[in-house]
């Protein structure tokens, strides 16, 4: 249950949520049903090599999780306004998808984006599968992933399909995503807001400020720090406040 896509609402305005790497849309769902109450239509899919086991990323790539976020993202043609909100990985999936949305590709133009911890900068022991165990040859092993980032007081697992482990191979994909999407970020020109927790041990806060310049709006992005959390904000203390900010700046609030 906890590993399905979600569909919620039936208004006529709609938000593609994406995921981060190794979760499910259960991350993001909190901000679909907060949406969903105010008339947004929200949509969570699972993307490719997540929700089954950890071996399912030995044959995923990076370009097929883009591929799978355009893929829902055409999926909501037809909606009178379009909003965007990825979570770590997932964030860097919305900036690939904002990037395009303003070229020829048919992709729906979008109103507005929320950026949710976004990984381009790592740290800790994200920083040294990223950027040290992915820049050597991949072999065919899984490196544990430890705790999740969730700061909760009870420590409650509150994610149970998230995996606890990952293929050597992905350090490298994850680095080359966080690459990617920084070439692209000059040619986004939606409306963001980057929201960060101040606990986050994953990415860092200069991650979230340096992707806030590199962004080709007309206005440069607020960086909102959530100062209770860790990564996985929509789970974490500060949730009611993310869930409220994301649909408060949907709605042209700041």
């Known amino acids: 249950m906890q590993a399905e896509a979600f569909a919620l609402g039936d208004g006529p305005d709609a938000c593609l949520l994406l995921h981060g790497f190794t979760g499910t849309p259960a991350e993001v769902r909190p901000i679909g049903e907060a949406l969903a109450r105010v008339g947004i239509r929200s949509v969570g899919p699972l993307l490719p090599g997540h929700g089954t086991s950890p071996e399912a990323l030995y044959t995923t790539t990076h370009e ?107 350090g490298r994909e994850l680095r080359e995503l966080s690459e990617e999407a920084q070439e692209l970020a000059p040619r986004v020109r939606v409306r963001t807001l980057i929201l960060q927790g101040g606990k986050d041990r994953t990415v860092s806060l200069s991650g979230a400020r340096k992707l806030s310049r590199m962004l080709g709006t007309t206005q440069q992005p607020e960086v909102r720090v959530l100062p209770l959390s860790g990564h996985v904000l929509p789970l974490d203390r500060d949730a009611a406040e993310v869930c409220v900010g994301v649909v408060r700046f949907f709605q042209g609030e700041q």
């Not at 883009?66 to 990985?89: D, E, K, M, N, P």
């Not at 590709?105 to 976004?118: Q, S």
């Not at 992915?134 to 544990?144: E, Q, Y």
Request: charged share 20%.
């Open 64 to 170: 097929e999780l883009v591929q799978a976020a355009q893929g829902a993202l055409l999926g909501l043609r037809g909606a009178r306004r379009v909003y965007l909100c990825g979570i770590s990985a997932g964030a860097l999936l919305a900036v690939h998808l904002a990037s395009r949305s303003w070229l020829s590709e048919g992709l729906p133009d979008l109103e507005a984006m929320v950026l949710l911890a976004p990984a381009i900068q790592f740290s800790g022991s994200s920083w040294l599968y990223a950027e040290v165990v992915g820049r050597l040859p991949a072999l065919p092993i899984m490196f544990s992933k430890g705790a999740r980032d969730i700061a909760q007081v009870d420590d409650r697992e509150k994610e149970p399909s998230a995996y606890s482990s990952v293929p050597m191979r992905w």
